[in-house]
């Protein structure tokens, strides 16, 4: 499923392969590092896939300081809605996201940096 909606764009893949190459036509059509995030169920997976990708994860600047603090609290699920939504998707595409990633599939959102 793609989405494109509010200001962010998604696309779930089957694999890291697939992630990959997901970034790298979302970096072809003028998206930057800054504006690319990779999401998977698994932590050590994301953080590889977006190494190898040369793309973000959700952190701070994308969640501020209270939604950073209470992931540390959260189940795996809740936190990777709080990163969905963070990155401009409602609650129900969060849930619908979330569930295609307890799958093992892995989530590419790009969405452009906002110029305050």
Do not use: C, P, W
């Not at 990959?20 to 990779?38: A, F, P, T």
């Not at 969905?84 to 959102?109: C, H, M, P, Q």
């Amino acid at each position: 499923m793609d989405s494109i909606g509010t200001g962010s764009y998604a696309k779930v893949v089957e694999n890291g392969v697939q992630a990959i190459e997901e970034v790298n036509q979302l970096r072809s059509s003028g998206y930057s590092k800054e504006d690319i995030y990779v999401i998977s169920h698994d932590q050590d997976r994301e953080e590889q896939i977006a190494d190898i990708a040369d793309s973000n994860e959700v952190g701070l600047s994308e969640e501020g300081l209270f939604g950073t603090m209470a992931n540390l609290f959260r189940s795996r699920g809740d936190e990777l809605r709080s990163k969905i939504t963070s990155l401009g998707f409602n609650d129900a595409e969060a849930d619908f996201y979330e569930k295609e990633l307890d799958r093992g599939k892995v989530l590419v959102i790009a969405r452009r940096a906002r110029l305050i």
